[in-house]
T-cell receptor, first 112, second 111 residues
Framework: EAQVTQNPRYLITVTGKKLTVTCSQN?????MSWYRQDPGLGLRQIYY???????DKGDVPEGYKVSRKEKRNFPLILESPSPNQTSLYFC???????????FGPGTRLTVT | QQQVKQSPQSLIVQKGGISIINCAYE??????FPWYQQFPGKGPALLIA?????SEKKEGRFTISFNKSAKQFSLHIMDSQPGDSATYFC??????????FGTGTLLAVQP
């Protein structure tokens, strides 16, 4: 089954404790992206990657890091999480040149 | 800056009624306008999409109307059903593959 998977689905952590949210897709897509969803703000792009070893900032990159060492994986790293990073996070992927993006099930992060 | 503006924020419709959600965009470089449907606990999923060279696209009970000169587009859900209750996002995308989302509309269809 073609899908985007994220782990963990739920995470509660404390301020300053480094964490990684994993994202993996099995569709051989070149383009991958991370979004955060907040009430009243819709989905906002954090980082995206056009291919392996190619990443760039989205609209709200502060406090986040990403890496793309393999085509299928695109982890999101929070080196020192803060309460304002409490949010619902989505990973998405798409084929190069195709606009349809496939979203993962989401990771709900709470930083206390 | 909000490049895609969406309204209303929430909508209550009776079963069998028509749900209408409106969006407006600013960047004329956008060339693909999708609508995503999101159920609680799930990620957004593509519902229907349109390119600016057509004024309307219909798939079943879902229709997108597109007005290029006004830079507006809307989603119409005919014969709305309780199973349509979800959050709907309009979006726009251009050659950069970057999706710009609206702020979302929470639709509740009452039986």
């Amino acid at each position: 089954e073609a899908q985007v998977t994220q782990n963990p689905r739920y995470l509660i952590t404390v301020t300053g404790k480094k964490l990684t949210v994993t994202c993996s897709q099995n569709m051989n897509h070149e383009y991958m992206s991370w979004y955060r969803q907040d009430p009243g703000l819709g989905l906002r792009q954090i980082y995206y990657s056009m291919n392996v070893e190619v990443t760039d900032k989205g609209d709200v990159p502060e406090g986040y890091k990403v890496s793309r060492k393999e085509k299928r994986n695109f982890p999101l790293i929070l080196e020192s999480p803060s309460p304002n990073q409490t949010s619902l996070y989505f990973c998405a992927s798409s084929d190069r040149g195709r606009y349809e993006q496939y979203f993962g099930p989401g990771t709900r992060l709470t930083v206390t | 800056q909000q490049q895609v503006k969406q309204s209303p924020q929430s909508l209550i419709v009776q079963k069998g009624g028509i749900s209408i959600i409106n969006c407006a965009y600013e960047n004329t470089a956008f060339d693909y306008f999708p609508w995503y449907q999101q159920f609680p606990g799930k990620g957004p999923a593509l519902l229907i999409a349109i390119r600016p060279d057509v004024s309307e696209k219909k798939e079943g009970r879902f229709t997108i109307s597109f007005n290029k000169s006004a830079k507006q587009f809307s989603l119409h859900i005919m014969d709305s059903q309780p199973g349509d209750s979800a959050t709907y996002f309009c979006a726009a995308i251009g050659a950069t593959n970057k999706l710009i989302f609206g702020t979302g509309t929470l639709l509740a269809v009452q039986p």
